[in-house]
């Protein structure tokens, strides 16, 4: 048992809860939605607070797809990965175990403990990798980093690319700071 209130609102799992809003879902066991509308808290001790139409751990049967994963706010975000979480923002998607969205649009954090911190279409990739801003960003090397600017990738393991646009960080421990097409591919560069 668990308990229900709000409209058209239905709990599942055991010992679940649904307080406020309307058409949301706790199926998980000890999951919990609280408010918003059409949210649904389907992995064990997932939470979903507020928002419209965000789900944390979407089916405990597809691949990726774990427990303990939390949604607070926005619209159309998905918490999937182990101890996932999205923080607001719209249609942002959190797979990765211990993986972060922190609001903006259309952001993924996919590997391990991988962080995207608003902007949009931005995507952590790498194991440790993060990303702070800007706009279609990748960081997919292992522990790499990007902030900001526009269309900027750190490949290399714990690579980084500060700003600009179009800058490549390829190599292992390289960097580039701000400008505009720039490549960093050797190691240490």
Do not use: C, M
């Amino acid at each position: 048992g668990g308990l229900v209130a709000g409209e058209s609102n239905e709990i599942k799992g055991q010992s679940s809860s649904v307080i406020g809003g309307q058409n949301n879902i706790a199926s998980g066991k000890y999951s919990s939605v609280t408010g918003g509308s059409n949210n649904t808290a389907n992995g064990d001790y997932s939470s979903v607070t507020g928002g419209d139409k965000n789900t944390a751990n979407p089916h405990l049967l597809l691949k990726n797809t774990g427990t303990h994963g939390s949604v607070t706010g926005g619209q159309l975000n998905l918490a999937k990965g182990f101890y996932s979480s999205v923080s607001g923002g719209q249609d942002n998607d959190a797979s990765g175990r211990w993986s972060s969205v922190t609001g903006g649009r259309y952001n993924t954090a996919s590997s391990q403990a991988s962080s995207a911190t608003g902007g949009k279409r931005n995507k952590a990739k790498g194991d440790h990798s993060s990303i702070t801003g800007g706009v279609s960003n990748t960081a997919s090397g292992k522990g790499s980093s990007i902030t900001g600017g526009h269309s900027n990738e750190a490949n290399g393991a714990w690579s980084s690319a500060t700003g600009g646009v179009e800058n490549k960080a390829k190599g292992d421990l390289s960097s580039v700071t701000g400008g505009q097409y720039n490549i960093a591919s050797g190691k240490y560069s």
